[in-house]
């Protein structure tokens, strides 16, 4: 059984720091593409952040850049998102998912339960 299980999210200050976590399970994750994608309040799934199996590949939205970095650590089929610098328009839930293709080939097939960032004051 596939399973993706986030962890990490809570409710900071504005500049503050968090890391999001994912374990995955059920398949073989040094060979799987990774990406964290959040929903804000009341609108739709925005991709966050991807990072290829290779570990040296990372995409960002443009909104994140320069505040997030994405990793990864086979050993422990775990995928991390350091967040730094949030900001209240990072409010949402993020997903953690398993991709494969590339651009508009993309597409998503395993997702885990989803942990709350909140970033207020």
Known sequence: EVQLVESGGGLVQPGESLRLSCTAS????SQSHM???????????????????SGSETYYT??????????????????????????SDDTGVYYCTRFSGRLSGVSFDYWGQGTQVTVSS
């Open 26 to 29: 059920g398949f073989t994750f």
């Open 62 to 87: 443009d909104s994140v850049k320069g505040r997030f970095a994405v990793s990864t650590e086979n050993a422990k089929n775990t995928v991390y998102l350091q967040m730094n610098s949030l900001r």
């Open 35 to 53: 990406a964290w994608v959040r929903q804000a309040p009341g609108k739709g799934l925005e991709w966050v952040s991807s990072i290829y199996s």
